[in-house]
């Protein structure tokens, strides 16, 4: 490659064609995504990114040609995004076609060769069209300014620096005029304000700080220098954000900090004045990212890192991993952790005043093990955006076959969760969407007739609770006809006609093998063989799915999953010579119960009382059968423990023996599952505990108190 | 292995003690043998399961073979065995006394279970074999534990 910049340049070319391949990979996909009809603004999106970032590159090496097709292709991108001009199969064609011209202009690019002067002028004109009556967008050059600094090695750096003073701020004698002066020293500086937070005069207090700022700077000095300038109120009296704007490398780890400030790429038609999408210069918390810079509001964070790392011309610094290396990890991470419990186990002995060192040490080791634990989770968490993702066609394509109106809503896409708690969810997931809409949502006429909009809405969330991911499914159709599915329950005998049973256990019926309502076997749903395969797959793996039904007005499907598959915190109790493992995010507290607490109900069995409220009292021993363990409940501890309905029961046990991580390791992997187990771990001595299943065990004691009625 | 099936069908087996009664099992389904180690016991499982073991960070089930065979537990000290093979997917362990020996037989050799002695063990073995005078019972493991491996199996005190 002749190249008279320098043979430094060289390098960031090869860079540079090794991304832009890789992005127009990624532009493909997501435009054959677009042609099937899965047209989304995050797919537009996605393409624009693309386009965009390679564009950027161009114009960073003088890749004329390519800068003046890419730009033409990125505006009517962005013509299509915000919906100036339409997505039609004729129109996905063209975006084809453009990708596959864009591919020969890099090609060319990067043999140096050359193109005929109207190579790919069909479809530059088809575009044109696109972006509106043809509109004149001779290519600017203007892309070679964000983009410059993306490869050269040196040069200025566009940061854009989102500063809102937090109220008390001018108190603190911190003045906002002062600091943009030393901003002002530093290059050049563009800056907006944001006045939407000036409250009426009357209103105002002369001793706060109403405004926000957006500052563009152009300048050759680093980050440290702009640090300086909020050196005294970042984080503290004001919210800063700071990012590169066209600098490489530096971009990632800050977006996610503030995620608000993230920059969306200057599109074709705005990059005369630079920064306009700012303007609404979104009061740089976090918490306001949704309306910064993506069009989506439920999808911001992450639309505005990808943007951010796109449109920038940042490449995205990362890698693929084998995901067996990854596992790999994971588990030398989990030996760890049990060697680690070890050596705290075996150093129990000593006190800090016999041994300083090693005990401080053993702290440290414990703290890097966790955060390694947790660096290494980190890097199996996926977004669930991948599973819901197939959501919306699913929709789309069942409410056409079954002819009824459903809309989608969705939430928490970018709700973490780890690879493999992912893939369980991917079954139950589609079963319970098709089992909305072809139980739940009615037809448009018969939601008409009860004054429901036409459309049903099911809504698909989720989210972090209490270490665990919470994955709803909610309709608004018909609820659960609880009468016909008791009938139907005792039709198939799982249930004795004249049992009496909870409006929840009914609801619950419809989890049992073998069990379904409709009348006729559809190819939607109807094979009864969803609802117990879901129970199953979420139980598998330690999750549990519950449902709450309003009839008439719909029903919800709560699926708990645990975050990873992998650790747990966990406390360990001692029963008889049995030690046992309790997930610290059941137990609610632990107390030694006085005679006056504890009291035997004929029909229920024992009961405490514990501030004014009665809870039902296991004995662990009892229940798994342990000799030796304590009896005497004014012995021994009650753990309080919380199952996911909400119940609260009191677990007997010896005593505790401390909180540590455990490994989790499968049961049935060499053996079967065991009731009231969740699976097992290892403790330091390397003997094996068994995990309770607080909801199982409660689940048990139901069952063996039933027993003795039953027997009376 | 030196000596895999060949025309003549030549089989290996280990075999080991319970009390006076020797077993063998097929040299390719064992993976390792060990001294006894502590289990943690199961809840509600059958008595014959004396209950799990680390094994290297997998966890492993521990059957008593005695007790499935007799219904008596082993008293279990650090000279009997656990002999950890392969069953279908699965890994376990059986408790017996001692390791005898490594036996080569051909399958002409192995007779099979005579029918008077069809009780509930013969299901299980599959076939009787004479080593230098003693009378080897060659077991059929996937049989022996097919309940206790199956998910759905009913957890049945002894």
């Known amino acids: 490659m002749t190249d008279d910049q320098g043979y430094d340049l060289s390098q960031f070319k090869a860079t540079y064609f090794e991304e832009c391949a890789e992005l127009l990979a990624t532009a493909e996909e997501t435009i054959a995504r677009l042609q099937d009809g899965m047209a989304g603004d995050d797919d537009l999106n996605a393409v624009f990114r693309c386009v965009h970032s390679i564009k950027g590159g161009a114009g960073a090496f003088a890749f004329d040609d390519l800068v003046h097709f890419a730009h033409v292709f990125e505006t009517a991108l962005d013509a299509l995004r915000s919906g100036r001009a339409e997505l039609s199969p004729q129109v996905a064609d063209i975006l084809v076609r453009g990708t596959d011209v864009l591919g020969d202009f890099v090609r060319a690019a990067q043999d140096g060769s050359t193109l005929e002067a109207d190579h790919g002028s069909d479809v530059l004109a088809h575009l044109n069209a696109l972006i509106g009556g043809g509109a004149p967008v001779a290519a600017k050059p203007a892309a070679a300014k964000p983009a410059a600094p993306a490869a050269a090695p040196v040069t200025h750096a566009v940061w854009r620096i989102v500063f809102t003073p937090r109220p008390g701020m001018l108190r603190t004698g911190n003045d906002p005029l002062l600091m943009i002066r030393e901003l002002e020293t530093l290059g050049t500086l563009t800056i907006q304000a944001d006045t939407a937070h000036l409250p009426a005069l009357g209103d105002m207090d002369p001793a706060e700080s109403y405004l926000s700022w957006t500052f563009t700077l152009v300048t050759d000095k680093g980050r440290a220098a702009i640090d300086e300038v909020f050196e005294f109120v970042a984080g503290d009296s004001a919210d800063v954000g700071i990012e590169p704007a066209g600098e490489e490398g530096e971009g990632w780890g800050l977006f996610e900090a503030a995620p608000a400030a993230a920059p969306a790429p200057p599109s074709g038609g705005e990059e005369g004045d630079g920064w306009g999408l700012f303007e609404p210069a979104p009061a740089a918390a976090p918490s306001a990212a949704p309306q910064a810079a993506a069009p989506k509001p439920a999808t911001a964070p992450t639309a505005a890192q990808q943007a951010a790392g796109g449109g920038t011309g940042v490449h995205t610094a990362s890698i693929r991993v084998d995901l067996d290396k990854i596992d790999r990890l994971v588990n030398m991470v989990g030996e760890l952790v049990i060697t680690q419990a070890m050596l705290g186990q075996q150093a129990s002995g000593f006190t800090v005043e016999s041994h300083p060192e090693l005990i401080q040490g053993l702290q440290e080791l414990s703290h890097h093990t966790r955060e390694l634990q947790e660096s290494v989770m980190a890097i199996r968490a996926q977004p669930v955006k991948a599973l819901f993702s197939k959501a919306p066609r699913l929709v789309r394509d069942l409410s056409s076959k079954l002819a009824k109106q459903a809309k989608l809503v969705m939430s928490g896409e970018n709700t973490e969760v780890d690879k493999t708690v992912i893939e369980q969810l991917s079954d139950p997931m589609t079963h319970l969407i098709r089992n909305a809409l072809d139980h739940g949502i009615e037809t448009p006429e018969e939601r008409m007739a009860v004054g429901k909009p036409a459309e049903g809405t099911i809504h698909l969330g989720a989210e972090h609770r209490s270490g665990r991911i919470i994955i709803e499914i909610t309709d608004d159709g018909r609820g659960i006809n609880r009468a016909r599915v008791l009938e139907k329950a005792i039709e198939k005998g799982l249930v004795e006609r004249g049992q009496q049973l909870t409006d929840e256990q009914i609801d619950m019926l419809i989890f049992a093998p073998g069990f379904s309502t409709a009348a006729e076997v559809s190819d939607v749903s109807g094979r009864g063989v969803g609802m117990d395969v879901v129970r199953k797959n979420i139980q598998d793996v330690g999750g549990r799915v519950v449902v709450q039904s309003t009839p008439g007005a719909g029903s919800r499907f709560i699926l708990s999953l645990p975050l990873t598959l992998a650790v747990m915190d966990g406390m360990l109790v001692a029963v008889g010579n049995e030690r046992y493992v309790l997930p610290l995010t059941n137990i609610v507290e632990s107390f030694r119960p006085t005679a006056q607490q504890a009291r035997s109900l004929v029909d229920v069995g024992d009961v405490l009382t514990l501030r004014g409220q009665y809870i039902r009292l296991l004995p662990l021993h009892g229940i798994f059968g342990i000799r030796g363990a304590i009896t005497d409940v004014t012995r021994g501890l009650v753990v309080v423990v919380e199952t996911e309905g909400g119940d609260r029961i009191g677990l007997l046990v010896d005593e505790l023996l401390g909180q540590q991580q455990v490994v989790i390791k499968s049961l049935d992997s060499n053996y079967r599952p065991v009731e009231g187990i969740s699976a097992a771990t290892i403790l330091g001595d390397g003997r094996v505990a068994l995990i309770l299943d607080v909801s199982a065990l409660r689940h048990m004691a139901g069952l063996a108190a039933e027993a003795a009625m039953a027997a009376q | ?158």
């Open chain 2, 1 to 158: 292995m030196q000596s895999p099936a060949g025309t003549d069908g030549v089989q290996q087996f280990i075999s080991f003690t319970i009390g006076d009664e020797e077993y063998g099992v097929d040299i390719m389904a064992i993976r390792e043998i060990k001294g006894w180690t502590a289990t943690t016991e199961l809840p509600n499982t059958p008595t014959y399961l004396r209950g799990v073991i680390n094994l290297r960070g997998a966890i492993i089930p521990i059957f008593d073979l005695r007790a499935r065979f007799e219904g008596r537990l082993t008293e279990a000290s650090a000279r009997h065995v656990i002999i950890v093979v392969a069953v279908s997917d699965r890994v376990i362990g059986i408790l017996v006394d001692a390791v005898a020996d490594i036996i080569t037989v051909s399958s002409a050799d192995i007779q099979p279970v005579p029918e008077l002695e069809r009780n509930e063990h013969a299901s299980f073995l599959t076939g009787l074999v004479t080593v230098d005078g003693r009378m080897v019972a060659l077991l059929d493991l996937h049989h022996l534990f097919d309940l206790d491996l199956a998910s759905h199996a009913t957890g049945v005190a002894a």
